[in-house]
């Protein structure tokens, strides 16, 4: 299973003459890094949403915005004035400047920060409720990732597949390959090097040699079992780093596929290895949206 490193959750509540919602927004990060804009009266909660959000994500780049708007004459807040007079003067003036109206002012005003000030401390059931909230959020960013992972999943096992259609392909040149160098080793002896001067013993010993040298049986095994390998950790249930084994996995892959490249010294398998080089860039791509 896997899951996306992108998400969104929202959820909100009601309580008497308030109404409070959340947006959860997460992108790719290689760590956990949480941003966390909360009005004045909850930030006590700072470190237990903090600890829902690392143990549920882990990684990824968090946004998280708590906003608290009033909705009935039962509100315990009130107005921050020297903030909100602030706030409607600069306003104001760049509407000036710009040549708009001041239509809905207050209503843009009441969206911005620390505007509002609650003259009690939030009750336990209130608190209760803000961490629910999050839990909600945070349920539904799951879910999301889910879905999100699956779409990739599918990609990665369809381009692994083609990397390994592509490996048959090398499999079967290979022979016609290797007997190739053969004879145009054999051409070169017999046109630079009088006959009369071989020992034929050593000549074979040379052949031997050189064909070794170039033979890619050892990497193209290497890759098919690095294929294998990659295609049964996305088969695993555990989804701890899973985006970082697959990124060392795709990393030997990469080497296999480069070293069968530069020793196969024919035209028609490089074409080949151009072809999964360019299925294994698409995984790499996709493999740093992967938790």
């Known amino acids: 299973m896997l899951y996306s490193m992108t998400g969104f959750g929202s ?35 700072g470190p237990k949403i903090r600890k829902l959000i690392s143990t549920t994500l882990r990684r990824g780049k968090v946004d998280a915005y708590i906003n608290l708007s009033l909705t009935g004459e039962e509100s315990t807040a ?12 600069e306003l104001k003036s760049i509407n000036a400047s710009l040549g708009l109206p001041n239509e809905n002012l207050l209503s843009v005003l009441m969206g911005l920060p620390n505007v509002l000030l609650t003259q009690e401390e939030p009750s336990e059931e209130e608190q209760e409720a803000v961490l ?22 599918a990609d990665f096992r369809k381009r692994i597949t083609l990397i390994k259609e592509k490996l048959k392909k090398v499999e079967i040149l290979e022979p016609q390959r290797i007997e190739l160098i053969r004879i145009r080793l054999q051409q ?30 050892e990497e193209i095994v290497r890759l098919e079992s690095n294929c294998t390998l990659f295609l049964n950790e996305l088969d695993k249930e555990d989804v701890n780093i899973k985006g ?43 493999l740093l949206n992967i938790v």
């Open 11 to 45: 959820a909100s509540f009601e309580q008497t003459g308030k109404r409070v919602s959340l947006e959860i927004r997460v992108l790719n990060g290689k760590q956990l890094d949480v941003n966390l804009k909360s009005p004045p009266i909850y930030r006590p909660l």
């Open 78 to 89: 009130t107005f921050n004035r020297p903030i909100l007079e602030a706030y409607g003067k």
């Open 132 to 153: 629910k909230m999050f839990e909600e959020a945070l349920k539904k960013v799951k879910n999301y990732r889910s879905t999100e992972g699956k779409t990739l999943e």
């Open 188 to 217: 070169t002896f017999d046109k630079y090097i009088q006959k009369k001067d071989i020992d034929e013993n050593r000549l074979e010993q040379e052949l031997i040699y050189y064909i070794d040298k170039f033979d890619i049986t």
């Open 244 to 286: 970082k084994k697959l990124a060392f996995i795709s990393q030997e892959i990469g080497r296999e596929i480069n070293t069968i490249g530069s020793k196969a010294n024919n035209k028609d398998i490089q074409a080949i290895v151009v072809e999964m080089k360019d299925e294994l860039e698409k995984i790499k791509e996709q």
